[in-house]
């Protein structure tokens, strides 16, 4: 093929173009990525040439939707490396699927006096459905803590892991710190105590390759539009055997086998966990992203991650008052930096940048609890993707200083 | 980069009160509404001690932007020895002046340093910064409001 890591950017029309009068320079992937052209034509070719419901119709068109859409499905699981295609379904986002287990799996066999085991850097999305399940069951919220650069204590995951535990929640990367966890140590620590674990991959799947096998997870949770897909399609990986011990969450069309005045059966999985008609497009969409990754490949996309990551965490630790949170090492580093300007808060920096064109995220991420770990209210947030550039992070790092100076004075 | 931007929205006047805010700590044995914004987690606490209808002692704390804590900071500037029914009257002025509505003249000079904030209304993201120490002043005045009535005969 012979491209570039660099000849990729010219496949995404949104950064050919401005913001306040500045050349778009897009640091919020962590949020949502940008969509290449493949996706957004995959996406407008359904809707041209094959749009019809799908599972239900026995004519050709419904045949080529279907097609189509559970094609996705096996490019999904090939992925993932899931061991079989019937152990993905598809959601609406990460949400929706860590929600999913959370009343299916957990309302099934959390109980009383049970313990949840999350982390202190999971996104509300990931902590919000357990406290919730835990409040119902009356079962306990564990929190395994970090270390003072913001990794993992595995030491405290050791001690927190218990006979107790029945569910281990966590993200595999980081939307605040970028830090990855250990999934596989984690997952057999579950397992010695006869836990299944649940993984926020959300911040993980367009960063790196994704084997739920070789990490022997339980449940696995993606978005796919953190991966160049559109919004409003996610994905959830279970173990077949656990899936085949589930009550659905959602009832309806396409769900079921047959339905009596009294009594229904259900369809076989996956489909007994897709009622209604599905997000089709999103699902194309999402398969043309998943190839697209892979056109690029993983290689060339880590290398880029990793050399930009570390240029912005160098020129960061670099200015005077500027804290980064997180390990400063690019190596313990998913590409998303959280920092803030002494004196200055997030949103003001975040307007700064913006009047330049640079747009960053600036809050609480969606993990107020980490916060409080950190001790502060808010961070600002660079998060980068390979389409990004050099010469981006330095247009980052000259802006913030006039940023800085202005608010400083 | 440009600068000139910068100040459109971070006039010297907005960065004088967010640097030294006015009326700015807690009022013993006043009531007082707590609010915050969700997208940071910042909270903006306002008092309003109120005697024959009237803002005798006004104050905020807590910490935020330089947007929210200037905005907080000339309100209470503003707020400050007016009658409930002026202040709730310059309350909705304001909130009209973020939205991007026109105000009249006069509107406008009653809400003296608080008219500056009126850059606001094109940076549509910053609106919420700007009203969350107005929509607290706002609620500790329908508190008080339904108390006073109460215990006036």
Same mark, same amino acid.
């Given at each position: 093929m012979g491209k570039m890591i660099k000849d990729y950017r010219a496949d995404f029309p949104i950064l050919q173009t401005t913001i306040n009068g500045e050349p778009l320079t897009y640091l919020d992937s962590a949020a949502t990525s940008q969509k290449p052209q493949a996706v957004i034509d995959a996406i407008t070719a359904?809707?041209?040439?094959?749009?019809?419901?799908?599972?239900?119709?026995?004519?050709?068109?419904?045949?080529?939707?279907?097609?189509?859409?559970e094609a996705v499905r096996d490019q999904v699981a090939t992925f993932i490396h899931a061991p079989q295609r019937e152990s993905v379904f598809f959601t609406r986002s990460t949400t929706e699927s860590l929600n999913w287990v959370a009343q299916t799996y957990g309302e099934q066999f959390i109980e009383a006096g049970d313990e949840i085991v999350l982390t202190a850097m999971e996104h509300h999305s990931n902590l919000v459905p357990w406290q919730q399940l835990a409040q119902r069951k009356h079962a306990k919220l564990r929190y395994i803590q970090l270390l003072p650069d913001g990794q993992l204590d595995m030491a405290d995951a050791n001690q927190k892991i218990?006979?107790?535990?029945?569910?281990v929640a966590v993200a595999q990367t980081s939307n605040v710190l970028g830090v990855t966890n250990p999934i596989k140590q984690l997952a057999a620590l579950a397992h010695q105590h006869r836990a299944v674990i649940m993984v926020d991959g959300a911040q993980a799947v367009a960063h790196q390759s994704v084997d739920v096998q070789a990490m022997?997870?339980?449940?696995?949770?993606?978005?796919?539009?953190?991966?160049?897909?559109?919004?409003?399609?996610?994905?959830?990986?279970?173990?077949?055997? *656990?899936?085949?011990?589930? $009550?659905?969450? &959602?009832?309806? !069309?396409e769900m079921i086998d047959n339905v009596d005045w009294q009594t229904t059966t259900f369809a076989a999985i996956p489909q007994r966990f897709e009622a209604g008609t599905p997000n089709i497009s999103g699902v194309i969409? *999402?398969?043309?992203?998943? $190839?697209?990754? &892979?056109?690029? !490949?993983?290689?060339?996309?880590?290398?880029?991650?990793?050399?930009l990551t570390m240029q912005l965490l160098t020129g960061l630790a670099a200015m005077d008052g500027v804290t980064v949170y997180g390990p400063l090492d690019a190596n313990f580093h998913g590409p998303v930096v959280a920092f803030n300007v002494a004196g200055v808060h997030p949103h003001d920096v975040a307007t700064g940048l913006d009047m330049d064109g640079i747009e960053v995220r600036a809050g609480h991420h969606c993990a107020q609890p980490l916060m409080q770990v950190l001790n502060v209210e808010s961070t600002v947030r660079a998060s980068l993707m390979f389409y990004n550039t050099s010469a981006e992070i330095d247009r980052l790092l000259t802006t913030l200083a006039a940023v800085k100076e202005f608010f400083q004075g | 980069m440009s600068l000139l931007k910068l100040n459109e929205?971070?006039?010297?006047?907005?960065?004088?009160?967010?640097?030294?805010?006015?009326?700015?700590?807690?009022?013993?044995?006043?009531?007082?509404?707590t609010l915050n914004n969700p997208s940071c987690g910042d909270v903006i606490q306002v008092q309003i001690e109120v005697q024959?209808?009237?803002?005798?002692?006004?104050?905020?704390?807590?910490?935020?932007?330089?947007?929210?804590?200037?905005?907080?900071?000339?309100?209470?500037?503003?707020?400050?020895?007016?009658?409930?029914?002026?202040?709730?009257?310059?309350?909705?002025?304001?909130?009209?002046?973020?939205?991007?509505?026109?105000?009249?003249?006069?509107?406008?000079?009653?809400?003296?340093?608080?008219?500056v904030l009126g850059t606001v209304a094109e940076f549509p993201t910053r609106i919420r910064c700007a009203m969350l120490a107005w929509h607290a002043a706002e609620q500790c005045l329908a508190e008080i409001g339904g108390t006073d009535n109460g215990s006036k005969s």
């Open positions: 359904y809707y041209t040439t094959s749009n019809a419901n799908v599972h239900r119709g026995v004519y050709t068109l419904a045949a080529q939707a279907t097609d189509q859409y218990t006979a107790k535990t029945k569910l022997d997870v339980d449940f696995y949770a993606f978005s796919g539009h953190k991966m160049l897909g559109p919004t409003g399609v996610g994905v959830l990986y279970g173990k077949l055997a *656990l899936l085949e011990q589930l $009550t659905p969450a &959602q009832f309806g !069309g969409g *999402l398969g043309a992203a998943i $190839t697209y990754l &892979q056109q690029v !490949g993983w290689s060339a996309i880590q290398t880029q991650e990793k050399t | 929205l971070y006039k010297t006047v907005i960065l004088d009160h967010a640097q030294h805010p006015h009326h700015h700590g807690q009022l013993a044995e006043v009531p007082g509404v024959h209808q009237q803002i005798n002692r006004i104050a905020f704390s807590g910490t935020g932007c330089t947007i929210s804590q200037a905005s907080a900071s000339v309100m209470t500037d503003v707020l400050s020895q007016q009658t409930m029914t002026q202040a709730q009257q310059l309350i909705h002025d304001f909130s009209q002046l973020i939205m991007g509505k026109s105000l009249t003249t006069a509107a406008k000079h009653q809400l003296g340093d608080a008219a």
